[in-house]
């Protein structure tokens, strides 16, 4: 079992920054690849980003491309999603997630793909 642990959310105004955090626990040994989905009242839940277990391969959602920025310290256990240029749309809890995997360069924009999920955090843009 893998636990993660989400923060850094809050309150931005718009074009502001935020930098959300997710640390990992339990079985972190072996490949793993990480994700960021959110949620917004009355919508789905949106893949946001994703990253392979090396970092070196990312995907982004169509509509965080350019403004968001999702990274990964393996030593520490921890992805982090960099917010920039937020709009009020961005408003939405933000969950991280993760999978274990055979091979390093794995990585999924597909909910359905992890296994693990944190308790999410809020991010609220206001105008």
């Known amino acids: 079992q893998v636990q993660l642990v989400e923060s850094g959310g809050g309150v931005v105004q718009t074009g502001g920054s935020l930098r959300l955090s997710c640390v990992a626990s339990?079985?972190?040994?072996?490949?793993?690849?990480m994700g960021w989905f959110r949620q917004a009242p009355g919508k789905e839940r949106e893949f946001v980003a994703a990253i392979n277990w090396s970092g070196r391969t990312t995907q982004y959602g169509d509509s965080v491309k350019g403004r968001f920025t999702i990274s990964k310290d393996n030593a520490k256990n921890t992805a982090y999603l960099h917010m920039d240029s937020l709009k009020s749309e961005d408003t939405a809890v933000y969950y991280c997630?993760?999978?274990?995997?055979?091979?390093?360069?794995?990585?999924?924009?597909?909910?359905?793909?992890?296994?693990?999920w944190g308790q999410g955090t809020q991010v609220t843009v206001s105008s």
């Open positions: 339990g079985r972190t040994s072996g490949y793993y690849f």
């Open positions: 997630a993760a999978k274990s995997t055979l091979f390093e360069f794995t990585i999924s924009a597909s909910w359905n793909a992890y296994d693990f």
